[in-house]
């Protein structure tokens, strides 16, 4: 039942019911008191009585022996101040005013009595001065006040026989009273102390039962594993172990879909621990390496791979977990069946979980497409460029020493023909010189260069080039000295001086600046031209690619010289990008080190 109810519901039972035993133990202990209260009321009244009827008693005497000694003038005057008194007493001393049967007795003598003392004072006394007393005394009138006289002291010895014993029993009354209220507040204190503790029971017992049963769905859905039946209720805790239950029944599906796409993926994904050893690996290691995620499970990395690529892979872990937390490493896998495949791992450190997370994939066949590039290469550069070189020379000395006399159809193609010589000949220069700079093969000898100075050699370079498309060159504004070898610096800035100018309409201008921003220097290269989407922007520094925005017109190039400039500033441990806006022009930024910075290009 209690299930039901909202932890806003148990909080007012848990205060609502010590509040209602409190007001029914106010209840217990206010009727004694009460009591006693109501004793020592009629304690008091009874009292006030006596007094009442002392002072009737003595103003009885003073009445008779006033009449008797003074003349009527001043019993009159007694009289009246006496029929004052005995009606302010009268309000003091009535009966309904008392609880105690006996003292209410008392009261109505005494009212009786005073009420006969005003009805004979009121009429007159039949006493005169120097009358005998004692034949006063024998008539009625004088018989009546010795009446009243008598039983005002007999109502007197009445009244103090109660008091007296009252007073005897007031002690005893007291102790008992002082017993009760005692035994009540022992009482209720150990009541109240059993009503709470039992509540707190109930409602601990009945709770810590439901949350064990939420902690080991929570364990459950931890470790991964299916989370079953309910908690009975309505309440917070119900509504918690409906959300485990629904957070169960989503990471299970999620687990079903990772699992799919674990055993489905054309790369091999796993984790290893901070040892290198598989914790987890997917499917696609049977299909990939010939071996099973239960062969590899606890097994060290290491022995998957081939003699020359384990301290290179070893290292490679090592410095991606002390380093950054994430990096690549390439190494070479031996499979199931003895073959080797070439492999880049994509890697990701968790020092929380002290785990690797992996992504393996298989290069071998990039690898086997780049060694025949490098064939061509090697072909391109013996087979082709000689005889590209041969035929530059050729027709050059054929022009000049058989010019004049052959024939101007003849000498155009002649010249048409070294023209395209000479542009297969830079191409096959450019691709020799990309492959060595992507294989690292190409050597710098760093020093400290002007950045001012380089941009004024590259401006030479291209004066003629600048001067036939009718483009201004501008700057550099700005220098600064960065460390890089100065004859690739000027090569930088010249293929992108290069683009700038082919990219220009006629009478443009391009302007160069240089700027420092710690601890790297930029040169911005900013033209007019027709600007790049940003759709090109990304793809633009990629081999033979050109912006090819709509409505401009085609302009002849390799597709190589960005490309050239992205390789080589990253060789001198900076970075090329661009910024650009259709029909408002480019700015391409050259960022290298500045001089003093080795330490960033070493980490780099």
Not at 88 to 107: F, G, I
Not at 372 to 397: C, E, G, Y
Not at 560 to 586: N, P
Request: proline share 3%; aromatic share 6%.
């Amino acid at each position: 039942m209690f299930s039901r109810l909202n932890a806003t519901q148990k909080g007012l039972i848990l205060v609502l019911v010590p509040v209602v035993f409190q007001l029914l133990f106010i209840a217990a202990i206010e009727l004694p008191l009460t009591r006693v209260s109501h004793e020592f009321e009629s304690m008091r009244l009874g009292k006030k009585i006596l007094f009442a009827l002392q002072e009737n008693e003595i103003e009885l005497s003073r009445m008779i022996w006033t009449m008797m000694v003074a003349g009527p003038q001043q019993s009159m005057e007694f009289l009246n101040k006496y029929r004052e008194r005995v009606m302010r007493e009268h309000k003091w001393t009535a009966p309904e005013n008392l609880a105690d049967p006996e003292m209410k007795e008392v009261a109505a003598d005494g009212k009786k009595i005073i009420d006969e003392m005003e009805s004979m004072w009121g009429q007159g006394s039949s006493y005169r001065p120097g009358q005998n007393i004692i034949q006063w005394m024998s008539q009625s009138g004088g018989r009546q006040a010795f009446t009243l006289y008598s039983d005002q002291r007999a109502l007197m010895r009445r009244i103090l026989n109660i008091e007296r014993r009252r007073v005897e029993q007031q002690p005893e009354e007291l102790a008992g009273l002082r017993s009760t209220l005692v035994m009540i507040l022992w009482g209720g204190f150990i009541l109240s102390l059993l009503i709470s503790s039992a509540l707190m029971i109930f409602f601990t017992r009945d709770i810590v039962a439901r949350l064990s049963v939420i902690a080991e769905k929570a364990k459950l859905l931890a470790f991964g594993k299916q989370v079953t039946g309910t908690v009975a209720g309505s309440d917070e805790i119900a509504r918690l172990e409906d959300i485990i239950s629904a957070a169960s029944i989503t990471l299970s599906e999620a687990r079903q879909r990772q699992v799919v796409v674990l055993d489905n993926a054309a790369d091999v994904i796993c984790s290893l621990d901070a040892k290198l050893k598989f914790s987890a690996v997917g499917e696609a290691s049977s299909k990939v390496w010939g071996q099973s995620p239960d062969q590899l499970l606890g097994k060290s990395v290491l022995t998957l791979l081939a003699a020359d690529t384990v301290d290179s892979t070893r290292n490679s872990f090592e410095r991606i977990a002390q380093g950054s937390g994430q990096g690549r490493v390439e190494n070479i896998v031996r499979c199931g069946d003895g073959s080797f495949k070439n492999s880049i791992w994509t890697v990701l450190w968790s020092p929380e979980k002290r785990l690797y997370f992996c992504v393996v994939h298989d290069v071998t066949e990039l690898r086997t497409v780049e060694k025949l590039k490098q064939h061509f290469l090697s072909v391109a550069s013996h087979d082709l460029r000689s005889p590209l070189t041969s035929i530059t020379m050729n027709v050059s000395i054929l022009t000049e020493s058989m010019g004049p006399e052959l024939p101007e159809r003849a000498l155009k193609e002649l010249e048409r023909v070294q023209s395209s010589a000479q542009r297969l000949t830079a191409l096959v220069n450019e691709l020799l010189e990309l492959d060595r700079l992507e294989a690292g093969k190409l050597t710098l000898e760093l020093n400290k260069v002007g950045a001012s100075d380089a941009c004024e050699a590259a401006k030479d370079l291209l004066f003629g080039m600048a001067r036939q498309a009718n483009i201004a060159i501008i700057g550099p504004v700005g220098d600064a000295l960065v460390l890089a070898e100065e004859k690739r610096l000027v090569q930088m800035i010249a293929n992108l001086l290069s683009n700038a100018i082919k990219f220009s309409p006629a009478g443009g201008k391009v302007e160069i600046t240089i700027v420092e921003k710690a601890p790297f220097a930029e040169i911005q290269i900013k033209d007019e031209g027709r600007g790049i989407s940003p759709q090109e922007c990304e793809t633009i520094f990629e081999k033979f690619t050109q912006a090819k925005s709509a409505g401009a017109v085609e302009v002849k190039g390799t597709g190589l010289g960005l490309a050239v400039v992205k390789a080589l500033a990253e060789s001198h441990g900076g970075t090329v990008r661009v910024e650009s806006e259709l029909a408002k022009g480019s700015i391409f930024f050259l960022s290298l080190p500045l001089c003093g910075s080795t330490d960033l290009r070493e980490e780099q």
